[in-house]
């Protein structure tokens, strides 16, 4: 898995991050004044983008930048990046060519020559710290931006850059330059944010995005995304052309800006060859064109225009054949495109894209500690989740079924690699639910939950009702305690709806607590505890006995922590006397060496070594 929350990086600069590359490019001096009353500031330079709020007549701000038409410049409102139209402003100071073209729907921010996001080695003396949650990290200041990465709670990075109302902040994010939101980070050291520079330092190479790197439609949205970025710069060229080709001058000024080509990462291309390599090939044709129509101007104002000079007929020519071929493919770009992508999904927080052999589905985001009401049918045989975690977390999942008249297969994959199954669960015939781990994280990032019935019902339509669960194991297990052993496990333990079990464990919790018995009273003391956290809570890669498990239980329950109750604690994957630790969820058996390695992996979780499902591992080989 990437630590870096599924965004890469698009080229890998030779350039190192010298300290004049560090330094700040100069701001420019240009104010504005609105010139009319109710004017919408919105959050990217178009008609439909977000409104932010509203200015009236009189009000003014330093500007920022322009979009690549001309049409919007770019300020500083309420904290946050923002434009407004040229057509509803006058310019009081400075000149508006002067401002840098950038547009946040295009990466990188910061203008296309100076990209403010991407890949960099940069650091700093000033770091922050996210200690309430994690937050996206942005490829500019605004939520305009594309996400380039999602860093976790508790994460600590160094402070580049900050915009001039201190209301977000440049950080480098394990090699990935983005900017985050003030209010969310914890300055570490006491140290001053005023220290750093306004806007940020460049990054040695501009970002791609995640979808863009993982996934296929990301991909087509993107150069659909480049296509309109280009179009003024087309509309612009052929009308200077056509202006000449009639005999009339041109302005040489302003010169349009010229295109760049799309590089597609080789893991996408390579899987969706046939697809995307004419689009590219086409993409990258069109976009020559363009600034072949740009070039030819470019060198014709170097010589005299009409009326006191003329431009040859052939570079006329060669100048309004370029343009045609770009409007051309332009237009069939255009159609190709829209017959590809599908229509623009609208994620809410609790949402994610997951996309698999040029398909895609929104899959609804599990919580930890959360449980999700949902349901399989004869139409949706199959349903699956994402979830966020970090390396080394310790989650248990439950699918408790209300009714089912199918097996069920639970499985946990990486968000990115769907086939490779982390841990999987199988129902068994009359079992209501499944439980899979404790899971420990391998890695920091997103992981795929699915949920699938492996057959149909002899009779009727396939019908499961169920609810699944999503509970921090560690925290639960080393917190058991009296006041709360009831709802733990009845979340977690399937069957403790035996009142006569739940009341004895939590009876036996009781008195070893009140009465502060050791070793072997304790342990004796609790036989119906352990025997539940035994069956119930094996962890991954570790065989534990019903023994081990009640001393561990009896120690724990016979200690009294600072808060006056006592813990149920699940041996950490340190292997017990008399424990063997699988050495790895996906070994086969030919992979492992003993029988009891067999049998600690096939607990964690690898039925494919128990074809037959007869609960014995590898009997053809390690446990005949």
Do not use: H
Not at 525 to 531: D, F, I, S
């Amino acid at each position: 898995m990437r630590r870096v929350a599924f965004w890469l990086i698009l080229f890998l600069g030779a350039l190192s991050f010298s300290v004049a590359l560090a330094q700040p490019l100069p701001q420019p001096n240009v104010t504005i004044l609105v010139n009319r009353d109710e004017v919408n500031v919105r959050v990217a330079p178009a008609l439909g983008a977000d409104v932010l709020g509203f200015v009236n007549a009189g009000w003014t701000a330093p500007a920022t930048g322009r979009s690549p038409d001309g049409e919007w410049v770019r300020i500083d409102f309420n904290g946050q990046e923002a434009w407004v139209g040229v057509p509803v402003i006058n310019i009081i100071s400075g000149d508006f060519n002067t401002l840098p073209v950038a547009d946040p729907r295009s990466i990188p921010y910061g203008g296309f020559e100076s990209p403010r996001s991407g890949a960099t080695t940069a650091t700093s003396a000033i770091t922050g710290r996210l200690a309430l949650s994690g937050l996206r990290l942005r490829a500019g200041p605004s939520t305009a931006y594309p996400v380039l990465a999602n860093p976790p709670r508790y994460t600590v990075f160094p402070l580049l850059g900050r915009t001039a109302s201190n209301g977000w902040l440049q950080v480098n994010y394990e090699g990935t330059l983005g900017w985050l939101v003030t209010e969310w980070v914890e300055i570490q050291g006491g140290a001053s944010i005023l220290a750093l520079p306004v806007d940020g330092i460049v990054a040695s190479s501009p970002p791609l995005s995640e979808d863009t790197l993982n996934n296929y439609i990301g991909t087509l949205r993107l150069m659909l995304s480049r296509l309109d970025l280009a179009q003024p710069s087309l509309d612009s060229i052929r009308g200077t052309w056509t202006t000449v080709a009639l005999g009339q001058r041109a302005a040489c000024q302003n010169f349009p800006a010229r295109p760049t080509d799309i590089n597609i990462a080789n893991p996408v291309l390579a899987a969706n060859f046939p697809t995307l390599e004419p689009l590219r090939v086409d993409f990258n044709s069109a976009m020559s064109a363009v600034r072949l129509a740009i070039d030819l101007w470019i060198e014709a104002c170097g010589q005299p225009q009409p009326p006191s000079g003329v431009i040859g007929e052939a570079t006329v020519i060669g100048a309004l054949n370029s343009v045609q071929t770009a409007d051309t493919l332009f237009a069939d770009l255009r159609r190709r495109l829209n017959e590809l992508i599908p229509p623009d999904v609208e994620l809410g927080p609790d949402q994610c894209l997951f996309t698999f052999d040029e398909q895609f589905d929104v899959l609804r985001r599990l919580s930890v500690n959360s449980s999700v009401p949902d349901a399989l049918s004869s139409r949706k045989t199959a349903i699956g989740y994402c979830f966020d975690a970090t390396a080394g977390q310790a989650l248990t999942f439950r699918l408790a079924m209300l009714k089912f008249n199918a097996p069920i297969l639970m499985f946990i994959s990486p968000f990115d690699n769907p086939t490779n199954f982390l841990v999987t669960g199988r129902s068994s015939a009359g079992v209501d639910s499944i439980t899979l781990g404790p899971f420990i994280v391998p890695s920091t990032g997103r992981y795929l939950l699915v949920i699938a019935a492996t057959e149909f019902p002899a009779e009727g339509a396939l019908a499961v009702d169920y609810f699944v669960q999503v509970k921090d194991a560690a925290s639960l297990l080393c917190l058991v305690t009296p006041s709360n052993l009831e709802l733990v496990f009845s979340l977690l333990v399937p069957g403790f709806s035996d009142l006569v079990n739940g009341y004895q464990c939590l009876t036996e919790l009781t008195i070893a607590q009140n009465t502060g018995l050791t070793g072997a009273a304790a342990a004796a003391a609790v036989p119906t505890c352990a025997r539940l956290v035994a069956e119930q809570f094996p962890l991954i890669g570790v065989a534990l006995t019903v023994n081990d498990l009640v001393n561990s239980v009896a120690n724990s329950c016979a200690s009294t922590a600072s808060s006056g109750l006592p813990g149920v604690v699940v041996p950490t994957a340190t292997p017990l006397s008399g424990s063997t630790i699988c050495p790895g969820t996906a070994f086969t058996c030919s992979q492992l060496f003993s029988c009891q390695e067999a049998q600690a992996c096939l607990g964690a979780g690898n039925f494919s070594l128990d074809p037959d499902n007869d609960g014995i591992p590898c009997e053809e080989t390690l446990c005949r």
